[in-house]
């Protein structure tokens, strides 16, 4: 006996990026033909589109992709051969439309179409109110799928004294000829820190990293291989011991960058994946040759003077915060979700939420890699779910604190850890899921 497809569903997409894009895609090849998918932006894409406007968060100019093509790219649908192991977001753009024109998902989306609210009503669906070039509508749905991203509210941190040179989040970096001549301080070791660093050395008169602890900074290759395709290696076809892996990475990350303080950094907090990597070859050549240097973290300032942790002091034309982003879902009532997200958030497999059944969150997890593909497999698991060829779990909740309980590595407490995930661990959670779904016959 076949399962009946919920072809009557309208189903209401929030977000154009990567994840909102293969949301859709999934839907539509799950049967589910009434989506509808808003975005703020004219185009498609996500921040993957360079926008030079500094009120909206894009890669910058230079901006290549940190994981390799081989370990990005949708799994049903490869990236161009002639692309590089590391490619430019304008390729990835390219990408991106050519995947969305190739699984027909274009007629779904309503582009310059901003979601302002989105309300749970007491029948259980889902009144949207969206902004568009024509005023407010609301709109009625079944279903709600939220792939707007966690990069969405810059976070700047306060120090005492203030800074009375021009200061900047990551966010609004764009190219960096607007500080050539200037002294430049970049906040944080994370990788949009360490690219902006490196970018900024080019043409600023100094240019300075602000480190406040040890980072796992390191290189992108590894014996003419792109590191996430060797990890894989290691974790998929070697199968190897996870007592064994945190040893191994430790060992290898020694053999290829060598003491920290030789490039002037403290020496890394934990074990290597108990904290989301740097993954960088250019700034730890920058440290080495001098065209950036590191400094400790900021202790205060006095006008253009910054002082720092270590004593020293040094006087900076622009400071740029790399200091992370606040996740927040503004269009969410309050309540919807645990809105502290110094926590991991009560989702099973950070997707599904526990009490109400026809929310779903895409992309909402950070892995050492590539969101793309892990986020094809949510959304592959919300599609059969909606369809009814997928259960929900009756036990969610407590699977939930389960999950909670039990991180894939023991990640240091800091907020940017409550998404954490390691990919291969995920990417097998999901499949396992996956693998519940009842065939689609007649």
């Known amino acids: 006996m076949g399962v009946t497809v919920a072809k009557g569903a309208r189903i209401c997409v929030i977000g154009a990026g990567p994840c909102g894009l293969t949301a859709v895609k999934n839907m539509l090849a799950a049967g589910l033909d009434d989506v509808v998918c808003y975005d703020e932006s004219a185009s498609i894409g996500g921040n993957w589109v360079f926008d030079e406007s500094p009120q909206r968060t894009s890669v910058y100019a230079s901006t290549h992709i940190i994981s390799s093509k081989g370990m990005s790219a949708f799994e049903d649908f490869p990236m161009p051969r002639d692309y590089p192991d590391f490619p430019s977001h304008q390729q990835l753009r390219a990408y991106l439309e050519a995947y969305a024109a190739h699984f027909g998902v274009l007629p779904s989306i309503r582009l310059k179409h901003r979601v302002d609210r989105a309300r749970l009503e007491p029948d259980g669906r889902w009144s949207v109110s969206v902004n568009g070039p024509t005023g407010t509508t609301e709109e009625i749905f079944d279903q709600l799928i939220v792939c707007s991203g966690h990069h969405r509210e810059p976070h700047v941190p306060t120090y005492p004294g203030a800074f009375t ?78 007592p064994l892996v945190q040893p191994i990475l430790g060992a290898l990350v020694r053999l290829l960058v060598g003491p920290w303080e030789k490039y002037g950094l403290p020496r890394p907090q934990g074990r290597p994946l108990e904290s989301h990597p740097t993954l960088n070859s ?46 927040s879902f503004p269009f969410l009532d309050a309540g919807v979700l645990d809105e502290d997200f110094s926590r991991p958030p009560p989702l099973y497999l950070k997707m599904s939420h526990r009490r109400i059944a026809n929310l779903f969150f895409i992309g909402l997890f950070q892995p050492i890699g590539c969101i793309w593909r892990l986020a094809d497999l949510q959304a592959r698991i919300a599609a059969l779910q909606i369809s009814g060829r997928l259960q929900r779990r009756a036990d969610i909740a407590a699977r939930i604190d389960r999950e909670i309980r039990s991180p894939h590595w023991r990640f240091l407490p800091a907020a940017r850890h409550a998404i954490e995930v390691d990919y291969h661990d995920f990417r097998r959670e999901l499949r396992r899921e996956l693998a519940r779904a009842h065939p689609q016959t007649g």
Not at 178 to 199: E, P, Q, T, Y
Not at 288 to 310: E, N, Y
Request: glycine share 8%; with cysteine; hydrophobic share 40%.
């Open 282 to 327: 250019a700034i730890l050549s920058a440290l080495r040759h001098g065209t950036v240097r590191a400094r400790a973290g900021i202790d205060h300032f006095d006008g253009k003077m910054v002082h720092f942790r270590d004593g020293s002091a040094d006087p900076f034309d622009v400071v740029i915060w790399c200091t992370g982003f606040r996740i």
């Open 165 to 242: 040179g021009e200061a900047l989040h990551s966010a609004q970096y764009k190219r960096a000829d607007r500080f050539s001549g200037k002294r430049v301080l970049v906040v944080g070791a994370g990788n949009s820190a360490c690219d902006i660093a490196v970018d900024a050395a080019r043409v600023a008169e100094r240019t300075c990293l602000s480190v406040r602890r040890g980072t796992y900074i390191v290189p992108k290759l590894v014996c003419g291989r792109p590191i996430d395709i060797a990890y894989a290696r290691l974790r998929e076809e070697w199968r190897m011991p996870r």
